[in-house]
Structures are given as C-alpha cells and as structure tokens.
C-alpha cells in the first residue's frame, strides 16, 4: 500500500490524470464535428495517456513489480501530452499568450521530478524484484 510521495504519484497518475482528460471531453465533445479527424485522433491518443497513467498509478498502489517502469512511462507520456496540448492542439485551450513556454517548462519539470523520485527512493525499490 502506498504512502507518502508515493501516494500522491499513484493520486496523481490515477486520479489526476483520468479527471483531466474527462474535462477536456467535456469541453471538446459538443464541437468535436468542427475540429475534424485530427480532433478526434488528439482525443484518442489523450485517452491513452490517460489509461496508461491510471494504470500506472494502480500498480503502484497494490506493489505491483513492474509498476515503477510503467509510473516512469505514464510521466513521460503526460508530459509529452501536456506540451503537445500547449502547441500542437485542435481541442480548445485557454492559454494565454506568452503562458507557453513557461508551462511547457513546467510539466518537463514535474515530470523530471516525479522521474528522479521513481528512479531513486527506496519505498519504489522495494517494490522491484530483487535480481
């Protein structure tokens, strides 16, 4: 069972990730017409990333051994998610301008962080199986 920073990866991941991407439907759907095939393949592969978080944050929950290298897949993947949202999108956004860069600059950071924090704390290592 997960505790401390690992409690709130496996939140984010599970929680975080999958509520997002039930709001972006929820703006998107009504005009999801007009934005054509390449809103539509956005949305697929947002829910992708979001089923592979949640996932990721489930198998970290219950110890699963092959959740760390999952959870260090799924960041990557969210951060990917974000910046492509923040530059290359068809779904509606509201960022203002000039917010770009420096919210791309900041989901690289989280996910660096949460990278640095699977990659080095001992609650996630114990989770690995011993080689």
Sequence with gaps: MARGWLLILCAYLALWQPMSFASEVT???????????AGVLELVAHAAVAAIAVAAGWG???????????AEIAVVLCAAAAVQS???????????PGDRLPLAVLAMAHATGWMMYLRKSRRVRSLLPSA
């Design 27 to 37: 703006a998107t759907l009504p005009t999801l017409g007009m934005r054509g095939p």
């Design 86 to 96: 923040l530059y290359w999108t068809r779904l509606p956004h509201d960022v203002m």
């Design 60 to 70: 970290l929950w219950v110890g699963n051994p092959g959740a760390p290298r999952m």
